[in-house]
């Protein structure tokens, strides 16, 4: 049998307590509240051995899942006094229970009834409460009295919240680091030496000397290495080209050299003597008229000369073109300084070089500063945030970064970086509290099964939990 009725104030006088002693005759020794795929199931044992009955009345003990305004009434256990036994025998529709429910004698009351019930789960149930009600009638069904307890505060249990999980990073026995940048130098037709007031030279070669005076004026680090790569255009034979390109870049050697006192053989050069892998990028990004046709020459595996000798030939207006607007570019100097960061060891310097030069931290120092904020702060999710940038393809750098995200309930922010975190157990743990915070446990569980059997040991309570999350029990003691 199965009841709907709309809540009165009979009963909404229900005692809340841990158990059902405070209803009169009747003692909950345990009880599972449970959900089973679309089913609700309720188990209780009922000591009834202190109940007692008159003979002109009945008691009826009736569970009740309750939410707001709306209580569903389960199978009741009907307690007959002996008259009142006869007088339902006669007439069942005098009854205040049915065929569904369980019907005793007041003397043939066994000490302890087991009770066994399913109905549909219904989504108004999430949250609801589960009511233990004993209603006492008299001649003519007129109610006597109401009472009643609350076995199940809530159902289900308040919302799963995981532990998350942070990884400390390996410290760098040396932090390596570096900065690059392209110079534009230019240089007279066929020569090679260096003239600094030669069209805009003096603002290119600040680009390389300012970027080396930023490194050096930092007491923390340390330049242990400085290359110089240069690059030539297409245009003219590839053996002249050659000659400029090595030429020009030892010239550009030598005049750092000639600036800084550094230690012999810091400064290391190389050249690239025709850039036509810029030419490629160029044109491919190009509104061309013959697009199509001078990306098949470049890519070909033509000799360099040849294949200029194509593109003048074949193309004169295009090349005209990329004289004047690509060629330039492709003439340039790359430049990389390596420089070795020293170690930082107390929270405050930490924080510190954070919040003014964090390029300069490794990740365990950002887990070391991490360790002293509040779980769930703001300035613990700038913290991750900030290292994820410095690292953006650091698999840990990720990984904490998405915890840290999941922390803020920003779902699709941690899902991308989950995204670059690798495929260590311990993400398939943190895809699974992203599940368990979303409160779908069914998706959340295969994640943290795989991350148990890699070895993720917090999986396994956590696994638990969420499968008894829809699961109350309660035994006396």
Same mark, same amino acid.
């Given at each position: ?163 998350? &999980? /942070?990884?400390? $990073? !390996?410290?760098?026995? #040396?932090? @390596?680091?570096? %900065?690059?940048?392209? =110079? ?74 000639? &600036? /800084?006192?550094? $230690? !012999?053989?810091?400064? #290391?050069? @190389?050249?690239? %003597?025709?850039?036509? =892998? ?200």
């Amino acid at each position: 049998m199965r009841r709907f009725i709309y809540l009165t104030l009979l009963l909404l006088t229900v005692v809340s307590v841990a158990n059902a002693q405070s209803i009169t005759g009747v003692n909950v020794e345990s009880f599972t509240m449970e959900r089973n795929g679309n089913f609700v199931v309720v188990d209780m044992n009922l000591d009834l051995s202190q109940l007692e009955v008159k003979g002109t009345e009945s008691a009826v003990i009736t569970p009740h899942i309750v939410r707001d305004s709306i209580s569903m009434a389960l199978k009741s256990i009907g307690v007959y006094g002996r008259n009142r036994y006869f007088v339902y025998e006669r007439n069942q529709t005098l009854a205040p229970t049915s065929d569904d429910d369980l019907e005793f004698r007041s003397k043939d009351l066994p000490s302890v009834v087991n009770y066994h019930t399913i109905v549909p789960f219904e989504e108004w149930m999430d949250g609801c409460k589960l009511i233990l009600e004993r209603a006492d009638c008299g001649c003519a069904n007129t109610e006597l009295s109401r009472e009643g307890s609350v076995l199940v505060d809530r159902f289900p249990l308040e919302p799963y919240l995981p532990t998350l &999980l /942070y990884i400390r $990073p !390996e410290a760098e026995q #040396t932090k @390596s680091r570096s %900065v690059s940048g392209s =110079a534009f130098v230019d240089f007279a037709v066929n020569k090679t030496d260096i003239r600094t007031n030669f069209r805009n030279n003096v603002e290119e070669l600040r680009k390389i000397t300012g970027t080396i005076d930023s490194v050096k004026a930092d007491k923390d680090v340390t330049i242990t290495a400085i290359s110089i790569k240069g690059y030539a255009s297409p245009e003219g034979s590839y053996s002249n080209n050659t000659r400029l390109a090595k030429g020009r870049t030892e010239a550009l050697k030598r005049y750092v050299e000639n &600036l /800084y006192n550094f $230690p !012999e053989g810091l400064i #290391t050069t @190389s050249y690239e %003597v025709e850039d036509w =892998a810029g030419l490629e990028r160029y044109v491919e990004a190009s509104t061309l008229t013959h697009k199509s046709a001078i990306l098949d020459i470049i890519r070909s595996d033509a000799a360099p000369d040849v294949k200029e000798k194509l593109l003048r030939n074949r193309y004169s207006n295009d090349y005209l073109h990329l004289l004047e607007h690509c060629y330039p570019a492709l003439r340039h100097s790359d430049y990389v300084i390596e420089y070795n960061v020293r170690q930082y060891s107390s929270v405050e310097e930490i924080e510190r070089i954070m919040n003014t030069a964090p390029q300069k931290l490794s990740l365990e120092e950002f887990y070391i500063l991490a360790k002293t904020y509040e779980p769930g702060s703001e300035e613990l999710d700038e913290l991750w945030e900030i290292a994820v940038r410095m690292y953006p393809d650091d698999e840990i750098a990720n990984f904490n970064a998405a915890n840290s995200a999941m922390d803020k309930r920003d779902y699709e922010r941690a899902e991308r970086y989950l995204q670059k975190a690798g495929d260590r157990p311990e993400v398939n743990y943190s895809r699974g509290c992203i599940e368990a915070l979303r409160e779908d446990y069914a998706a959340a569980i295969p994640y943290l099964e795989e991350a148990l059997k890699g070895g993720v040991k917090e999986a396994e309570p956590m696994l638990e939990a969420l499968k008894n999350h829809w699961k109350v029990t309660q035994t006396k003691r």
